[in-house]
Structures are given as structure tokens and as C-alpha cells.
């Protein structure tokens, strides 16, 4: 293989690295430390070749006698280089305050495993599992406005997930792919250089695993790693048989077929990207034609789905007098489209509780003009407190769906629970809508207890917004003394 061969695929493994080593190496190429080596290796290049070969004799005995524990020492030295020069995902995570709950995540995706031993509770059942475990694995530092989604350890997540089946499956997997790479460096000489360079890429990957969950346009790359280790490895052979022109053409109508469900596969996964970027545009920009884009792209996500129902309901609930019956009957072709989106992201996911909430919200709507409707949106709510009893976010989810719809009543009953269950990372959020209720309410004195209560746990806009209401409300206080 040539150097530039070479170089060219260490290059490509380089993208194939975690983020986190990705900065620690560009840290140490592009700074003084990289340079200096660079320095060092072209004076000794320049010595080897101008001061002959006699000259350094005794220094090419030193290297070669202390050859191992020098390059241990050059690895540990600029590891620990990178480390201190690295800028990005590196440090961040050691600095990063959601640890906590990082590494409460890992203990009740453990303690999941164990109370389902041996199939765990199935495939991306994570989200939901983490908030109802929090009394066996308690945790104070639960912060309800971003829960994980996911447990950031993938050998955890197999346990919880599949149990001791999936996760011994896992490890045999990678154990088993890890093996032939080992026999491959060992003995495929031609191959070593390659072969190497891609298990030390898939290494760094699978570790970046145990603390951070790649993205989806990513997942397949350890895949192909592992592809390239096992074939550079002479580990794929082909069957006899395949002289048999009968058995040639059945493996060729196979291929054929492979192919075909490859491709259409990809088209899918492509419409998926396209339509999570739209997704994506519309959080940014608040458009709700992005959600649309979205759900229309790939209709089988309820996340998409249930993001178009509420950016529908809400900005219908901008539009019209809420309280006048005729406005909402005007809207019923819409609600009764929008309702159907949200029950079938209902029917996608049906442990999601925000779809439940959302399914509630538009519920809350039709029940003023048709009443097989009503009492729908209260059960659709109480689905998603049984999945979520805890959440103050559920319960302000509902009172911001009980408000819109104009039930001022139970919008500030429901703001009033969710402030109960708040701690210190969502009680800002929480009093401050309580205290906005109030206000318009015309309850000033509970306005301004509530305003005063979210006060220390806002920051910025939202903080200044709710200094200017409570200035508001001690100067009509003191003008009424």
C-alpha cells in the first residue's frame, strides 16, 4: 500500500472518529505541540540523510533497545496534550452540568435490566421508562424540562431494552468482529496497516458509545469498519456450490433482490433525514409549514406528526375569539384534519404522553361543536398523566391546552399542580405561566406571589419580563394604599 494510499485512509477514518477525538487531534496537528513534533521528525529526517548512516548508529541502538517504552511515553504525552488543548466535545462533557442526570440515566437503566432480566422492556422503550423509575432509583436533580431520551451508554441501553439476551448478544457481536481483527493483524500481513488503522477507528467509536449515542446518518459506519475488518481478514469465503450454474443464478436473482430493498431503504432513510431537518427548521423558526413538510415527507413519525396537529391548533386558537361558538364551528373542517393527525401519532406511539396531550388539546376544540367530543380531551389528559404522574411539564402542557381552549378555570388549577411538583431547573417556567394566569385573571395578589416565586430561577428575557410584572403589580399596590 503507498503512503498516500494510506494517508488517504486515515484521513477518512478520521470522520469516522467521535467528535470529541476529532478536536483533540485537530488540537494537537494544528498547535505548537504538533509542530514542534513536525520539527523534530523532518531535523532527524535531515540528519539520517546528510550525516550518514555511521553517525547515528549509537543513537539507533538507544532507540531500538527502549523502542516500546518510548512510543508509550509519545502516546501518553500527546493524549494527555490533546486533552488539555481540546476546545470542544471533550471538555464540554466533563463540564457539563446534565452529568448528573447522564449518569442517573446509566443506574435506572440498570436497575430496568435487573426488573426485566431477560428481554428488557423492548425497543426504544427508554423515554418512557426513565420517569416512572425515579422512586426505585431516586433523583433530586430531575430536571422535567430535558429529560433524556435516551440512556448515553449503549451496552446500558441493550440491557434495559433486550435484557441479558440482547446485551450478551452485543457483546458477542463485537467480541467476535474484534477477534478476527486481532487474528487479522497478526496474520495478514499485507492487510496489517489497513486493518489496524480501521479497528483502532471502530475502537474510539464504540467508546464514544458508552457516553454519547451517534446520530442516525452515522450508525452505519461502525458497520462498515467491521465489514472491511472481516473481508481484509480473509474471513469471508464462498461456498463451493457456487459452480453449480442453477445455484449461480438463485444467487444472482437474490442479489438482484437485496439490491432492490437496499435501494428502496435508502429512499426511505433519505426521506427521513429531509423530513428531521424540517423538523429541525421549524423548532428555529417557529414556521409551522416546516411541520408540515415534515409529516408529509414521512407520515410514519409521530413526533412529526403530532408537531403539525399542535402548530395547526395553535395558530387557529391565534385566529379566532375561542369563547364564540360560530368562530370555532367555522373552523371544524380544520379540527376535524388536525384531530386526525394527532390520533395517529396517538396510534404510532401510544406510550408517548405529549401525543396523548396534543390529542387532548384538539379534543378541547371540537367538544364545543360536536358533541360526541366531549369529555374526550379529560381522558386523553389522564392517558398522559399515567404515563408521566410526576411531570410538571405534563401538567403545564395541559393547563397551556385548557387555556387556549379558554378554560381559564382549569388552565390556572392544572398551572397550580405543576408548580407543586417543580423543582429548581422547571419552578421558573412554572410560576412565571402561573403568575401570567393570574394576571390576566385579574388576581393580581396571586399574580405577584407567583411572579416573586419564579423571579431567582429565570434568566435573561424571561427574567427581565417578570421584573417588569412585578413592578407593575407593587405600583398598583401601592397606588390602592
Known amino acids: 500500500m503507498s503512503l498516500v494510499s494510506f494517508v488517504l485512509i486515515l484521513f477518512g477514518l478520521f470522520f469516522l472518529a467521535p467528535e470529541g477525538l476529532q478536536v483533540i487531534i485537530n488540537n494537537l496537528v494544528f498547535s505548537w505541540a504538533g509542530l514542534a513534533l513536525l520539527g523534530v521528525i523532518v531535523a ?7 550525516a550518514g548512516r555511521n553517525k547515528v548508529e549509537v543513537a539507533q541502538d538507544i532507540i531500538k533497545q527502549r523502542q516500546k517504552p518510548l512510543l508509550l511515553l509519545l502516546v501518553v504525552l500527546f493524549g494527555l496534550i490533546g486533552l488539555f ?42 423515554p418512557y421508562f426513565l420517569p416512572t423509575i425515579r422512586d426505585k432509583v431516586p433523583f433530586d436533580d430531575w430536571n422535567d424540562n430535558n429529560i433524556t431520551g435516551s440512556l448515553h451508554n449503549e451496552p446500558i441501553d441493550y440491557f434495559a431494552a433486550s435484557g441479558a439476551i440482547g446485551l450478551i448478544a452485543y457483546l458477542l457481536l463485537w467480541g467476535s468482529i474484534f477477534y478476527f481483527a486481532v487474528k487479522g493483524i497478526r496474520h495478514v500481513s499485507e492487510n496489517r496497516r489497513l486493518i489496524l488503522s480501521l479497528t483502532v477507528a471502530l475502537a474510539f467509536f464504540l467508546g464514544f458509545n458508552l457516553f454519547f449515542f451517534t446520530v442516525v446518518n452515522t450508525m452505519f459506519l461502525p458497520w462498515i469498519a467491521a465489514a472491511f475488518i472481516l473481508i481484509l481478514s480473509n474471513n469471508v469465503s464462498y461456498t463451493s456450490c457456487a459452480d453449480s450454474t442453477v445455484f449461480k443464478g438463485w444467487i444472482r436473482g437474490l442479489a438482484y433482490v437485496l ?24 423548532f428555529k423558526t417557529n414556521n409551522s409549514d416546516y411541520y408540515k413538510k415534515a409529516a408529509t415527507l414521512f407520515p410514519f ?30 373552523m371544524k373542517p380544520e379540527l376535524e384534519s388536525t384531530i386526525q393527525l394527532a390520533q395517529r401519532a396517538v396510534d404510532i406511539r401510544p406510550l408517548g404522553h405529549a401525543n396523548w396531550i396534543n390529542y387532548g388539546a384538539v379534543s378541547l376544540f371540537l367538544e364545543k361543536v360536536d358533541d360526541t367530543y366531549i369529555g374526550q380531551a379529560d381522558q386523553h389528559f389522564q392517558k ?17 391546552s385548557y387555556w387556549r381552549a379558554g378554560d381559564r378555570d382549569r388552565a390556572i388549577d392544572y ?7 417543580a423543582n429548581k431547573h422547571t419552578i421558573g417556567r412554572c410560576s412565571g405561566i402561573l403568575g401570567q394566569y393570574y394576571y390576566t385573571d ?6 405577584l406571589e407567583a411572579f416573586k416565586a419564579a423571579k431567582d430561577y429565570l434568566r435573561g428575557r424571561d427574567k427581565q419580563m417578570v421584573e417588569e410584572y412585578i413592578q407593575e403589580l407593587e405600583s398598583k399596590r401601592e397606588n390602592q394604599i
Open 44 to 50: 532527524v529526517s535531515l540528519t539520517w540523510h546528510f
Open 85 to 126: 488543548l481540546a476546545k470542544g466535545s471533550a471538555k464540554d462533557f466533563l463540564n457539563d452540568p446534565s452529568n448528573s442526570q447522564r449518569f442517573w440515566a446509566w443506574r435506572a437503566g440498570i436497575q430496568n435490566g435487573l426488573d426485566h432480566l431477560w428481554l428488557g422492556t423492548g425497543p426504544s422503550t427508554v
Open 259 to 282: 439490491s432492490g430493498i437496499f435501494t428502496l431503504a435508502s429512499l426511505v432513510f433519505v426521506s427521513y433525514w429531509i423530513a428531521d431537518y424540517y423538523l429541525g427548521k421549524g
Open 301 to 330: 413519525n409521530d413526533a412529526y406528526l403530532m408537531r403539525h396537529s399542535n402548530a395547526n391548533i395553535v395558530a387557529m386558537a391565534q385566529g379566532i375569539d375561542v369563547n364564540d361558538v360560530s368562530a370555532v364551528e367555522s
Open 384 to 400: 398522559a398523566l399515567d404515563l408521566r404522574p410526576k411531570s410538571e411539564i405534563a401538567h403545564l402542557e395541559i393547563a397551556m
Open 415 to 421: 398551572a397550580k399542580k405543576a408548580t407543586a411538583l
Open 442 to 447: 385579574e388576581q393580581f395578589d396571586k399574580a
